[in-house]
């Protein structure tokens, strides 16, 4: 097994999600996975196609490849070539990591692996497992739930589509605790973006990714879950759905900030039980 490692000097010539992966070929793309981004119309071969959507190129042997853009989006399980491809997701009890005096501070955990799309679905439906609905009994049953799931949708699809895939063994680390969803993303923000500018500029670390999940069809079984018909908006309005939306439900608003220059979290306060009258 080759593992893709970082090159940032070649990176500044080539974005890193479209660099051939060494040791990869083309039979590692599932048919399944890329033919759902071909259009009937189109009557490209394979080779074709691919080339086309940044999912294969040609290595330094003109030997074409798949792109580490090809390897997360349509292969079965990325972390072939990718190790830190995935979502590494915990539900614990309480509002820390490490509650004192307790052995089972876990309730949770499930490391999230497949294509891009598979793994935001798949922590969306995480999420909705390990968070509290409250029941609100006035004039009628209406349930309340702690995170509004477009915006947790928005968040996850955020996370896969612009986090540093060249930073080693750093992966996406979702967190629930009772009272915060904390979602840390590998990498610092792109070009000359802030943690302040985020709802209002656009910047791709990952052109070739984006590209392909708003080419991604949801599932029509998941689409009242994210409120959404394909992975992707590409009017970059998903930071200001997140931050609007989870406000509306929690009264509070969720904050971004970097650690260390090396992540960027998100924090989304959950929402409280219902006061009874």
Same mark, same amino acid.
């Given at each position: 097994m080759r593992l893709v490692s970082q090159q940032r000097g070649h990176a500044r010539i080539i974005r890193f999600d479209e660099q051939p992966v060494p040791g990869a070929s083309l039979d590692d793309l599932a048919d399944p996975l890329w033919r759902h981004f071909a259009s009937p119309r189109v009557q490209d071969t394979r080779e074709v196609l691919l080339d086309k959507l940044a999912m294969v190129r040609p290595d330094t042997e003109d030997t074409l490849r798949p792109t580490i853009a090809g390897v997360l989006m349509a292969s079965a399980d990325p972390r072939q070539w990718l190790p830190n491809a995935f979502i590494q997701a915990v539900a614990y009890r309480g509002t820390d990591v490490l509650p004192k005096g307790s052995s089972f501070y876990q309730l949770d955990a499930? !490391?999230?692996?497949?294509? =891009? !799309? @598979?793994?935001?679905?798949? #922590?969306?439906?995480?999420? *909705?497992?390990?968070? $509290?609905?409250? &029941?609100?009994?006035?004039?009628?049953?209406?349930?309340?739930?702690?995170? !509004?799931?477009? @915006?947790?949708?928005? #968040?996850?699809?955020?996370?896969?589509?612009? *986090?540093?895939?060249?930073?080693?063994?750093?992966?996406?680390?979702? *967190?629930?605790?009772?009272? *915060?969803?904390? =979602?840390?993303?590998?990498?610092?923000?792109?070009?000359?973006?802030?943690?302040?500018?985020?709802?209002? $500029?656009? &910047?791709?670390?990952?052109?070739?990714?984006?590209?392909? =999940? &708003?080419k991604c069809q949801v599932p029509d079984a998941e689409r009242a879950l994210t409120g959404r018909s394909a992975m992707m908006d590409k009017r970059g309005e998903g930071v200001q759905i997140i931050l609007d939306q989870s406000e509306r439900l929690s009264g509070q608003r969720p904050h971004y900030r970097l650690v260390d220059d090396a992540e960027l979290l998100l924090v989304i306060p959950a929402a409280r039980p219902p006061l009874e009258p």
């Open positions: 499930q !490391d999230i692996t497949g294509p =891009l !799309d @598979a793994q935001v679905l798949a #922590a969306c439906q995480f999420v *909705r497992k390990n968070m $509290r609905v409250y &029941a609100i009994k006035h004039e009628g049953r209406h349930d309340l739930p702690q995170y !509004d799931m477009t @915006a947790v949708f928005e #968040a996850l699809v955020n996370a896969v589509a612009h *986090r540093d895939y060249s930073i080693y063994d750093a992966k996406i680390r979702l *967190r629930m605790f009772a009272d *915060r969803l904390e =979602l840390y993303s590998p990498g610092a923000i792109p070009n000359t973006m802030t943690v302040e500018s985020l709802p209002y $500029r656009q &910047a791709a670390r990952n052109e070739a990714i984006t590209s392909l =999940l &708003a």
